[in-house]
T-cell receptor, first 114, second 111 residues
Framework: DAGVIQSPRHEVTEMGQEVTLRCKPI?????LFWYRQTMMRGLELLIY????????DSGMPEDRFSAKMPNASFSTLKIQPSEPRDSAVYFC????????????FGEGSRLTVL | GNSVTQMEGPVTLSEEAFLTINCTYT??????LFWYVQYPGEGLQLLLK?????DKGSNKGFEATYRKETTSFHLEKGSVQVSDSAVYFC??????????FGTGTRLKVLA
């Protein structure tokens, strides 16, 4: 299997611009998660989906962040407008309930907002 | 809700030294326990897991035992290698998928 695929791997943008991060989960996995990693706060769960439906978005920092999962093989995380404090590595992960909750992570998207 | 406490890093060891990274947790119900490892520039990957009390997870020479009475899941390795240099995360989950990851423990192994 190809694993969880994220794009872009690196994104540099200017404050105020829209950023869209993309994720393709492992085929057959029912759960999809978006995490943000920073040195100061570690790994934070932003939102997760089950069968394409958002289950818990309590970790989304503010209205500038939105996430969608239009189908089982694709999800996006959008930041509009972006701010320098959004600079972080954003990870997508997927899971199959039959695997006792093991998460499979993508390689991450490193976002730098200038 | 779930929470996890890991020892502060960085931990610096010489090659072939013994490693312990402490992890204690609070969780509702009977959580499954995981250790994940993150190598530089990569995402997290599962290192080992234990799904019930007294289970021992093991992989690549690493071990951890699910201690329900002390709510701990300490990671150990008898002889570390330079290639073990990474960040290690302890993560309990009790079925809600709200994993709580701490900031992790960075391990640096010197040749």
């Amino acid at each position: 299997d190809a694993g969880v695929i994220q794009s872009p791997r690196h994104e540099v943008t200017e404050m105020g611009q829209e950023v869209t991060l993309r994720c393709k989960p492992i085929s057959g996995h029912d759960y999809l998660f978006w995490y943000r990693q920073t040195m100061m706060r570690g790994l934070e769960l932003l939102i997760y989906f089950n069968n394409n439906v958002p289950i818990d978005d309590s970790g989304m920092p503010e209205d500038r962040f939105s996430a969608k999962m239009p189908n089982a093989s694709f999800s996006t995380l959008k930041i509009q407008p972006s701010e320098p404090r959004d600079s972080a590595v954003y990870f997508c992960a997927s899971s199959d309930p039959g695997l006792f909750g093991e998460l499979f992570f993508g390689e991450g998207s490193r976002l730098t907002v200038l | 809700g779930n929470s996890v406490t890991q020892m502060e890093g960085p931990v610096t060891l010489s090659e072939e030294a013994f490693l312990t990274i402490n992890c204690t947790y609070t969780a509702t119900g009977y959580p499954s326990l995981f250790w994940y490892v993150q190598y530089p520039g990569e995402g997290l990957q599962l290192l080992l897991k234990a799904t019930k009390a007294d289970d021992k997870g093991s992989n690549k020479g690493f071990e951890a035992t699910y201690r329900k009475e002390t709510t701990s899941f300490h990671l150990e390795k008898g002889s570390v290698q330079v290639s073990d240099s990474a960040v290690y995360f302890c993560a309990p989950t009790s079925g809600t998928y709200k994993y709580i990851f701490g900031t992790g423990t960075r391990l640096k192994v010197l040749a």
